[in-house]
């Protein structure tokens, strides 16, 4: 699989660009995160394997294609991971649901853990672990360094913007975990924002400053 594979599916751009508005209102940007979370699951869940298995239909049984192995883990990258959350369960109900609490210091732009609560036999499922926004990379490369501790060994990274400094530092960090996003921007600024981005996402799903 790519390291890196941008989801440029034409209904994925345009609510990427409604989100990136500075003038979109919270409940508006939380709306098209939602239903871009669900747009982004089918291409990150596009190869998993199937098995078969024996259905009656009203007309005839048959061999139906059927998800094989244990339940995908689906890990949030708080805050702004519950974003994107939500919309993955929609497609995914029965995905087993962990998260990684991290914060930025606001200085040094490294990544403090403050909660950690992952599903249980993490090494035989297929681990999402989603944050809307792949920026120095160094969050991302933190909670990945954290499942892989609590034993995940089959890793998927879901974004929404990643930032050419972002993906590098996760390929050099975690080359076996495929990276997925809606767009990759410009740059970092020098607070650590996208460039051109879309502001703090936390701040325009919650309404938050
Ligand atoms: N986190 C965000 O929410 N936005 C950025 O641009 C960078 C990190």
């Given at each position: 699989m790519e390291h890196l594979t941008i989801i440029d599916h034409p209904l994925v751009q345009h609510?990427?660009?409604?989100?990136?508005?500075?003038?979109t209102p919270s409940a508006t940007f939380r709306q098209l995160l939602w239903e871009t979370s669900m747009?982004?699951?089918?291409?990150?869940?596009?190869?998993?394997?199937?098995?078969?298995?024996?259905v009656d239909t009203p007309i005839c049984p048959m061999m139906a294609p059927i998800l094989d192995g244990k339940k995908l883990a689906l890990v949030s990258i708080?805050?702004?991971?519950?974003?994107l959350r939500?919309?993955?369960?929609?497609?995914i109900p029965a995905a087993r649901v962990g998260f990684v609490g991290l914060y930025r210091d606001e200085k040094t732009l490294e990544p403090i853990e403050y909660y950690c609560k992952v599903p249980?036999?993490?090494?035989?499922?297929?681990?999402?672990?989603?944050?809307?926004?792949?920026?120095?990379?160094?969050?991302?490369?933190?909670?990945?360094?954290?499942?892989k501790e609590a034993g995940a060994n089959d890793l998927r990274m879901l974004c929404l913007l990643?930032?050419?400094?972002?993906?590098?530092?996760?390929?050099?960090?975690?080359?076996?975990v495929p990276v997925?996003?809606?767009?990759?921007?410009?740059?970092?600024?020098e607070r650590g924002y996208i460039v051109p981005g879309l502001g703090?996402?936390?701040?325009?799903?919650f309404g938050t400053t």
């Open positions: 609510k990427l660009t409604l989100m990136r508005r500075k003038e747009l982004l699951t089918y291409e990150i869940t596009r190869d998993l394997p199937l098995t078969t298995m024996n708080l805050r702004a991971g519950n974003g939500d919309g993955i369960l929609e497609v249980p036999e993490l090494d035989h499922r297929l681990v999402i672990a989603v944050d809307p926004m792949l920026a120095t990379g160094n969050s991302s490369v933190a909670a990945i360094n954290r499942l990643a930032s050419p400094e972002g993906v590098e530092r996760m390929k050099d960090a975690h080359p076996d997925f996003t809606a767009a990759l921007d410009e740059k970092l600024d703090d996402a936390g701040d325009r799903m």
